[in-house]
């Protein structure tokens, strides 16, 4: 399975942006997908995860301004950010797994490349 993220940018406090991420390969057979964010040399943090079943959990910091959301007949998964802050600049990578729930970025068999934030006026 490969993971390609897109959709970043540079966008302006309180604007949006949606992330896609298109999967190839054997995209039936997994199971949890997420989103994860890094900031400079940080460790990967939560940004959001879905399961097949569309069960969603959001950090916090994100909680009501974003919405993860997936089509896996499109072998796809989104991340609609809105209200974007200045701290949310990060590289965002999308992430897949088998299992069918994780939020430990360590339990995740793929990763995309990643994809760049930036939220400034």
């Known amino acids: 399975v490969q993971l390609q993220a897109s959709g970043g940018g540079l966008v302006p406090p309180g604007g949006s942006l949606r992330l896609s991420c298109a999967a190839s390969g054997v995209f039936s057979g997994l199971g949890v997908m997420g989103w994860y964010r890094r900031f400079l040399k940080d460790k990967r943090e939560l940004v959001a995860v879905?399961?097949?079943?569309?069960?969603?959990n959001y950090a916090d910091y994100v909680r009501g301004r974003f919405t993860i959301s997936r089509d896996d007949a499109k072998n796809m998964v989104y991340l609609q950010m809105s209200s974007l802050k200045p701290e949310d600049t990060a590289v965002y990578y999308c992430a897949a797994g088998r299992n069918s729930y994780d939020t430990d970025p360590d339990k995740y068999d793929y990763w995309g490349q990643g994809t760049q934030v930036t939220v400034s006026s």
């Open positions: 879905i399961t097949r079943e569309g069960t969603t």
